[in-house]
C-alpha cells in the first residue's frame, strides 16, 4: 500500500490552457473524491467517485472541469481554459466505503 | 446538509501547553466524524476518527477527541504540545447515510511558541 499519489505534484499554466491532473487512490478502495482548497481555508468538494460511477458534482465544478476515473481505479481532472481564479490546491482521496478519506499530497496549479 | 464549524481560525499556545481545538457539526443523523493535519503544501493527515462506541478516541501524535452528541461538537486535545506540532487543523463530517461527501471546517492554524 502507497497511499494516495498524485502527478504533478506542481503545475503552472498559462491563462487559457488547458491542464490534466491525475490520481492514483489506494488500490482496494472503491470511492475516490477531489477536492480543492485555497489559502486559508479547508478543502471543498468537487465531485466524487465509487467505483467507475461519477454519483455527485459540486456546484463549484463549472463546464469547464471534467473528471473521468475510466475503469474504477486512477482518475484524472481536466481544467479546460484555465482562468486565474483556478490557481489552488487540488487534492484527491479515496476511501473503502463509507470509511475514512486518505488524502493525496495535492496537486498545486498556478495560472499565471 | 452536514457542515462543520471550527471557531478559531488561529490558536497560539507555548511549548508544553495543553491544546484544545474546537469543532461543532451539523448533521441530522450519527455523524462520522474526523480531524486532519495540514503541513505547509502537503495533503492532510488522518489524525483520529470517530464513528460509533466509546465517544474519547484515541489518535496518532497524542492526541485524543471527545464526541458530545449533546453540544454537537468534537474538539481536538492534546494533553502537552510540541513545536512539532504547528500546523493546519481540520475538522471533518464524513460519509454516513444518505451523504457521501466528507465535509471540511475552513481549519484552525495552531502556533506553536517555544
Known amino acids: 500500500d502507497t497511499g494516495v499519489s498524485q502527478d504533478p505534484r506542481h503545475k503552472i499554466t498559462k491563462r487559457g490552457q488547458n491542464v490534466t491532473f491525475r490520481c492514483d487512490p489506494i488500490s482496494e478502495h472503491n470511492r475516490l473524491y477531489w477536492y480543492r482548497q485555497t489559502l486559508g481555508q479547508g478543502p471543498e468538494f468537487l465531485t466524487y467517485f465509487q467505483n467507475e460511477a461519477q454519483l455527485e458534482k459540486s456546484r463549484l465544478l463549472s463546464d469547464r472541469f471534467s473528471a473521468e476515473r475510466p475503469k474504477g481505479s486512477f482518475s484524472t481532472l481536466e481544467i479546460q481554459r484555465t482562468e486565474q481564479g483556478d490557481s489552488a490546491m487540488y487534492l484527491c482521496?479515496?476511501?473503502?466505503?463509507?470509511?475514512?478519506?486518505?488524502f493525496g499530497q495535492g496537486t498545486r496549479l498556478t495560472v499565471v | 446538509a452536514q457542515s462543520v464549524t471550527q471557531p478559531d481560525i488561529h490558536i497560539t499556545v507555548s511549548e508544553g501547553a495543553s491544546l484544545e481545538l474546537r469543532c461543532n457539526y451539523s448533521?441530522?443523523?450519527?455523524?462520522?466524524l474526523f480531524w486532519y493535519v495540514q503541513s505547509p503544501g502537503q495533503g492532510l493527515q488522518l489524525l483520529l476518527k470517530y464513528f460509533s462506541g466509546d465517544t474519547l478516541v484515541q489518535g496518532i501524535k497524542g492526541f485524543e477527541a471527545e464526541f458530545k452528541r449533546s453540544q454537537s461538537s468534537f474538539n481536538l486535545r492534546k494533553p502537552s504540545v510540541h513545536w512539532s506540532d504547528a500546523a493546519e487543523y481540520f475538522c471533518?463530517?464524513?460519509?454516513?447515510?444518505?451523504?457521501?461527501?466528507?465535509?471540511f471546517g475552513r481549519g484552525t492554524s495552531l502556533i506553536v511558541h517555544p
Open positions: 471533518a463530517v464524513g460519509p454516513s447515510g444518505g451523504s457521501y461527501i466528507p465535509t
Open positions: 448533521y441530522g443523523a450519527t455523524p462520522y
Open positions: 482521496a479515496s476511501s473503502l466505503g463509507q470509511k475514512e478519506a486518505f
